[in-house]
């Protein structure tokens, strides 16, 4: 069973303030993940991580930012919060692996409601 | 640019049906096509497939794929009511950046 860890699991926080959502992985996986998730929408890659000090923007725009000081904690903040930020936020990991086998493990997201 | 199609979007059937999604992709330098399961949370890994014709097969839910015409297709026999989810398709595609690019889902309701 994957060990990838999200807090808070719910977060709902008014117009404006600052948040950081938490991502925590116990698998030395080198490469980790940020996805946005909109009800009944497919998951939109925003940030993802090589590795230790390595940041990549995705794939949906998005006005977060993150950081990878450790192997195994890849936060993602959100400096002024607004409601269009509002979505369910899912990080994941995936090792080396060899060709083909990027399997990426999933948290079990956080529900961002920004009032 | 790099595509992932799955169809159809929504299905609902009846306890002991058999149900086939589908997924079709345009993606450059395929790796590999991956099946996940979404219930209330976050997305469980179903199957990962990298060779063509090879089927992957897990209790009741078996999956192929298809690299000449570009797709995949996951069954599932016998459905029970606890396979109601949404079944996402994603594709691991150019590069050594493990990412991958999902498709919308299809989402599956089993009726009793």
């Known amino acids: 069973e994957a060990d990838i860890y999200q807090t808070p699991r719910y977060l709902v926080i008014g117009t404006g303030k600052k948040i950081t959502l938490e991502c925590s992985q116990t698998m030395g996986h080198d490469k980790m993940y940020w996805y946005q998730q909109d009800p009944g929408m497919e998951l939109h890659l925003i940030h993802y991580?090589?590795?230790?000090?390595?940041?990549e923007k995705g794939d949906l725009s998005s006005e977060s930012t993150v950081s990878r000081i450790r192997t195994e904690h890849f936060p993602l903040t959100l400096e002024s919060a607004r409601p269009s930020h509002t979505s369910q936020y899912l990080c994941?990991?995936?090792?080396?692996?060899?060709?083909?086998?990027?399997?990426?493990?999933f948290g079990p997201g956080t529900r961002l409601t920004v009032t | 640019e790099d595509k992932v199609v799955q169809s159809p979007l929504s299905l609902v059937v009846h306890e002991g049906d058999t149900v086939t999604l589908n997924c079709s992709y345009e993606v450059t330098n395929f790796r590999s096509l991956l099946w996940y399961k979404q219930e209330k949370k976050a997305p469980t890994f179903l199957f990962m497939l990298t060779s063509s014709g090879i089927e992957k097969k897990s209790g009741r839910l078996s999956s192929i794929l298809d690299k000449k015409e570009l797709f995949s297709i996951l069954n599932i026999t016998a459905t029970q009511t606890g396979d109601s989810a949404i079944y996402l398709c994603a594709v691991h595609g150019s590069g050594n950046t493990g990412k991958l690019i999902f498709g919308q889902g299809t989402t599956l309701q089993v009726k009793p």
């Open positions: 991580s090589y590795g230790v000090n390595s940041t």
């Open positions: 994941a990991s995936s090792d080396h692996g060899s060709y083909g086998s990027y399997e990426q493990y």
